[in-house]
């Protein structure tokens, strides 16, 4: 018998913790960007990614703070 894939999910509040409490307007911003993960569902309660997906966006980062500044084009 095959083993089950478990698949791990994260909504924007779970993302928020993970970068560090950053605000729920920065998560947004960050989301909504082109590279960012694209969301396996949108639910009622808001967007879901793959957890495995977030993480490997959140390594590919050059730096662990995720400043506006930071983003400025």
């Known amino acids: 018998m095959g083993g089950k894939t478990v ?10 913790v993970r970068l560090g409490g950053i605000s729920r ?21 808001g967007k879901v990614w793959l957890a495995s997906d977030v993480e490997k966006w959140i390594k590919t980062r050059p730096s662990r703070r995720h400043d ?6």
């Open 7 to 16: 698949y791990y999910f994260m909504g924007a509040h779970e993302i928020r």
């Open 25 to 45: 307007q920065r998560v947004h911003q960050l989301t909504t960007r082109a590279d960012f993960p694209t969301p396996i569902a949108d639910l009622m309660q």
């Open 68 to 73: 506006v500044q930071d983003e400025a084009p």
